[in-house]
């Protein structure tokens, strides 16, 4: 452990993309979000809002969709001022163009998504950020705390009393996408965790990401949906939800990822995708418009044949 003399990190830089990534992601930095880092953001589909306990993560996954997103080497900078953080969320309740608009959705109250840019579970053990955030949300019954994990250490968040208003989702993935996922738990213990949760009290969630079509996709995430409805077998009035989202990526994206994993099977193929622009004035590389509709009717008509009382919230 290290104490900073400024708020910068120093000797990050490798001799090559590579070594610079695997020095910044062994560094977790326990810093002090600054004002502009604490002021929540809009983030639709997901939530109302989103903001930040960290920014970075501890995973290694091949198509990590924070690539190029976050300046410098990918190092994980956990805030020590949370109340502060926390603060910034009541004066926002009500507002949002989701969850706060949404008649199929307003029970959840206006909705705060706490993972967009990083894993909050994945470093739980060492902040403790997360159970702090449920019991924030625990005594606000207009409001909703949303985080998305690839990890399973529950065991403390299963004990909190959070009041159903945390809503844990499990992203999860088919074998072969599984395989880009380093340092992640696997999926069944995922699943086992999401089940541990939704025991708990808990509303739940999967988030299926990235959807990709790769051989024989049908079946393999059949086989995904029908362990995840395993998974929720027996749970009492279980809530339920799914996010479904396909893979895409960024000419910047591919490049930053070219360099952290190069020798990953990951299709980034141009050729094969439709150019889209974002509401940000950039442009993503998406699968065609033909193949998406193939993909939403498949994962609409499975989900509602092995997971009948989950809602799906939307496919992008």
Known sequence: MVELRSNRLEGLRGANERETYRRAKSTLAITVAPPSARRPQPIPPSADWQFHLARGCPAHCQYCYLAGSLPGPPVTRAYANLDEILAEL???????????????????????????YTDPLGIEHLTGSLAAAVRFFAGR??????????????????????GARTRARFSVNTRQAAGMEGGTAPVQARLEAMRRLAMAGYPVGLTIAPIMPIEDWKTAYA??????????????????????????????????????????????????????????????????????????????????????????????
Request: with cysteine.
């Open 141 to 162: 019954p207009q409001s909703a705390l949303r985080f998305t994990t690839k990890y399973d250490a529950v065991e403390d968040l299963a004990q909190l009393v959070h």
């Open 223 to 316: 086989e995904l949906l029908e362990a995840a409805g395993n998974a929720v077998e027996g749970v009492e009035d279980v809530d339920l939800t799914v996010e479904l989202i396909t893979h895409r990526f960024t000419d910047t994206s591919k490049n930053v990822l070219r360099g952290w994993y190069p020798g990953s099977k990951l299709e980034m193929d141009e050729s094969r995708r439709t150019l889209k622009r974002t509401r940000f004035g950039g442009s993503k590389h998406v699968y065609p418009k033909e193949l998406m509709r193939e993909m939403r009717a498949f994962f609409e008509g499975e989900i509602a044949g092995r997971l009948p009382s989950a809602t799906v919230l939307y496919f992008t």
């Open 90 to 116: 009541p004066p926002l309740e009500g507002q949002g163009t989701v969850t706060s608009r949404q008649r199929a959705r307003a029970h959840e109250g206006t909705t705060f998504e706490a993972s967009c």
